[in-house]
Antibody, heavy 118, light 107 residues
Framework: QITLKESGPTLVKPTQTLTLTCTFSGFSLSTSGVGVGWIRQPPGKALEWLALIYWNDDKRYSPSLKSRLTITKDTSKNQVVLTMTNMDPVDTATYYC??????????WGQGTLVTVSS | DIQMTQSPSSLSASVGDRVTITCRASQGISNYLAWFQQKPGKAPKSLIYAASSLQSGVPSKFSGSGSGTDFTLTISSLQPEDFATYYCQQYNSYPWTFGQGTKVEIK
């Protein structure tokens, strides 16, 4: 079955760079149509889509965050990495990764809470 | 960006009630719409894709309809496990966008 799990720091300081890793199993990111995306959710607020990378290395970003985001994949390790620069307290959120196959996400990771504070 | 607006933002309902949640897109998205259910402290769960197709394993009390700009999620008979927050999401064009959520509470 398909599973995904996010990992990374739980606490980062303002202006630092956040690096999150999504490690998945049950599918391959070299299969046509498959993608892995990142979505975040500030405490008590709505979901916000951040970025997506496809099997063919096509990458899509939220325009409002594009200058701060980079998404990459390591197909051999079954991992997708998201980096977000210049972190601010407003970036405090639970960050999810999710599997997609040319459609809305179906399988989600459990999420990881990242707090931005000095 | 396509803006997704859900209504109501919250509702109170009783077990056994029929509940309808509306999602409106700021421009046409064909049927590229999904619905998710989220319970506190948990990841969203996919309920519906392509506006009206039920995800595998999702009970048939959930149904979706609509096309273009107006969509609905209906729960035919609300059960205790259905009290949660529901989100719509468009995947017609990037950036993918979510509605603000509808919290379904116990009356």
């Amino acid at each position: 079955q398909i599973t995904l799990k996010e990992s990374g720091p739980t606490l980062v300081k303002p202006t630092q760079t956040l690096t999150l890793t999504c490690t998945f199993s049950g599918f391959s990111l070299s299969t046509s149509g498959v993608g892995v995306g990142w979505i975040r959710q500030p405490p008590g607020k709505a979901l916000e889509w951040l970025a997506l990378i496809y099997w063919n290395d096509d990458k899509r970003y939220s325009p409002s965050l594009k200058s701060r985001l980079t998404i990459t994949k390591d197909t051999s390790k079954n991992q997708v990495v998201l980096t977000m620069t210049n972190m601010d307290p407003v970036d405090t959120a639970t960050y999810y990764c999710a599997h997609t196959q040319l459609a809305a996400p179906v399988y989600w990771g459990q999420g990881t809470l990242v707090t931005v504070s000095s | 960006d396509i803006q997704m607006t859900q209504s109501p933002s919250s509702l109170s309902a009783s077990v056994g009630d029929r509940v309808t949640i509306t999602c409106r897109a700021s421009q046409g998205i064909s049927n590229y719409l999904a619905w998710f259910q989220q319970k506190p402290g948990k990841a969203p769960k996919s309920l519906i894709y392509a506006a009206s197709s039920l995800q595998s394993g999702v009970p048939s009390k959930f149904s979706g309809s609509g096309s273009g700009t107006d969509f609905t999620l209906t729960i035919s008979s609300l059960q205790p496990e259905d009290f949660a927050t529901y989100y719509c999401q468009q995947y017609n064009s990037y950036p993918w966008t979510f509605g603000q959520g509808t919290k379904v509470e116990i009356k």
